[in-house]
Structures are given as structure tokens and as C-alpha cells.
């Protein structure tokens, strides 16, 4: 990996996305950003979102599946570096945070789902939201593709539905988690809800994207301060962008869109 210039003490580096991104260079990001943890003990967290509609994939999901040529033809489509399952990036607000292999949060996985959905659900509550890890787990023999329609105990629920989901990718111990907060159900998956459906009190008497906007800002504040002392930064260094092109040519240009069959 060519040297970076992310500066840190270690503190937790807060990046909040002016604009939507594609989903490969979104990924490609999160990648960097993993990298970044292995080789120089990067702490960040980064809030962003999909500039079209897009699938991700699980990282060993099978990308000729059935469903993505028929109900999500011409979707664009990704593959994620996390396993579980497929995710309909829409109306939605996303998540990634990293931390290096010798952060004692890196030890146990299941340590700091918890401690980032906390946070989240207790963000979500000041804007009304009514949300709560499930608190078991929901396996199933034949997982459903999308990860919504699955459940693990860590995931957090509102009025009964999910609404936050996550998933981890480990490296030489350093560790990318990335996570999807649903806002409003997608004309691709009506069947799943978003916490602008489902909790009323979340409406309040600003504009939705003013609203938005002010969530995903406090989103990010409070994972990052889950995590440890917060440094916000306005832009990813130079090189970071170069780097991001590198592995969005190599690793994630390749799925395209969902195309139908036949």
C-alpha cells in the first residue's frame, strides 16, 4: 500500500461526506480505510451515502443469482468486503469505521457491535425513533438474499422492524465494520420499512433532508465518540483519493449492474 498522510494522536478520525458516492468507490474507501488501520493504526469513522440506488454483496455471495437478474435488473451492484447478506443501498444513511489490530475493541466482535448500535439507538431516540437490539438470534436453515430480512441478535429494531444492520471485515486483526441505517422503504424492497415509516415522532417541524442531514451528522459524532477521543476532518488527504481509484479499478468496477436474464 503506498504511504498515507493520515495524520492522528490516537483519536478517532470523524469524515462526513459532502456528496453521494457510487457504490464502488464507496467501497473502494472503505477498503483504503482498512488498509490505513493495518499499516498505520487509523482510527475513522465515515458517514456517507449511494448516489443511485445499488446492491451490495456479501462478500461471498453469488453474483449470478437468480435475484438479482429479476427483481433488481439493472440495479447497479457491488461486493462488499463484509460477509452476510445483500444489502439494497437506497433511502438510507451509511456508516464504516475502522480501528487497528491492537485497539482492545478489536478483541471481541460482538463487543463492538454493541457499543455502535448503543450509540446509534440512542441517537435515533432524540429524534424520536423507539429503537432496540433484537436480542437473539433468527437463524435460518435457507438465509434470505437481502440482510434485512435476516436477523442476529445485535440488530436493531424499530416498532417490530429492522432498521440498522452490520458487518465486519477482519484483517491481520485490524477491523472494518460498516453498517446501513434505513430511512425510508425503497421502491426496489417495499417490504421493508425505514424509520421514517415506521416511527411518527420522527417527523418534526424541519424539511426531511434538513433533518437527514442533522442525523447523520450526530450519527457520526456519537459512533466516533463510542470509539474514543474525536478529531473531525474536512477532506481525506490527496494521496487517500489516488489510492481509493487504485482499488476501485482492481477490486470493485467489475459486477456492473444486475442484468436481466435472458
Same mark, same amino acid.
Given at each position: ?19 453521494p458516492r457510487t ?8 477498503e483504503?480505510?482498512l ?21 451490495s454483496?456479501?462478500y ?5 443469482a437468480e ?6 435488473k ?10 452476510g ?16 489490530a ?18 446509534? !439507538? ?13 436480542g ?13 430480512v ?8 424499530c ?6 444492520g452490520?458487518?465486519?471485515r477482519?484483517r491481520?486483526?485490524?477491523v472494518?465494520?460498516?453498517?446501513? !441505517?434505513?430511512?425510508e422503504?425503497?421502491?426496489h424492497?417495499?417490504? @421493508?420499512?425505514?424509520?421514517i415509516d415506521?416511527?411518527e ?5 424541519t ?9 447523520? @451528522?450526530k ?7 463510542s ?25 470493485y468496477?467489475?459486477?456492473?449492474r444486475?442484468h436481466k436474464?435472458?
Amino acid at each position: 500500500m503506498p504511504e498515507s498522510s493520515f495524520q492522528h494522536k490516537n483519536e478517532v478520525l470523524l469524515h462526513v461526506e459532502a456528496e453521494p458516492r457510487t457504490g464502488s468507490c464507496n467501497m473502494a474507501t472503505d477498503e483504503h480505510l482498512l488498509e490505513a488501520a493495518l499499516a498505520e493504526g487509523l482510527k475513522a469513522v465515515r458517514m456517507y451515502r449511494w448516489i443511485e440506488p445499488t446492491v451490495s454483496l456479501g462478500y461471498f455471495q453469488n453474483s449470478d443469482a437468480e435475484v438479482l437478474r429479476t427483481k433488481f435488473k439493472n440495479i447497479a451492484a457491488v461486493r462488499r468486503l463484509s460477509g452476510g447478506g445483500a444489502i439494497l443501498h437506497h433511502h438510507e444513511l451509511t456508516y464504516s469505521l475502522v480501528l487497528p489490530a491492537d485497539d482492545s475493541l478489536t478483541k471481541i466482535p460482538t463487543e463492538l457491535y454493541g457499543r455502535v448500535h448503543s450509540a446509534i !439507538i440512542k441517537v435515533l431516540g432524540h429524534f424520536g425513533a423507539g429503537c432496540a437490539m433484537r436480542g437473539e438470534d433468527n437463524a435460518q436453515a435457507d438465509e434470505p438474499f437481502l440482510c434485512f430480512v435476516r436477523g442476529d441478535r445485535h440488530d436493531i429494531h424499530c416498532a417490530g422492524h429492522k432498521v440498522v444492520g452490520s458487518a465486519q471485515r477482519r484483517r491481520k486483526g485490524a477491523v472494518l465494520q460498516h453498517g446501513s !441505517i434505513i430511512l425510508e422503504r425503497s421502491t426496489h424492497a417495499p417490504a @421493508i420499512p425505514g424509520l421514517i415509516d415506521l416511527a411518527e415522532a420522527f417527523q418534526v417541524n424541519t424539511s426531511k433532508s434538513t433533518q437527514i442531514d442533522d442525523l447523520e @451528522i450526530k450519527l457520526g459524532k456519537a459512533i466516533a465518540a463510542s470509539l474514543g477521543p474525536v478529531r473531525g476532518i474536512s477532506n481525506w488527504p490527496a494521496d487517500a483519493a489516488s489510492r481509493v481509484t487504485e482499488l476501485q479499478a482492481a477490486h470493485y468496477d467489475s459486477i456492473g449492474r444486475c442484468h436481466k436474464s435472458g
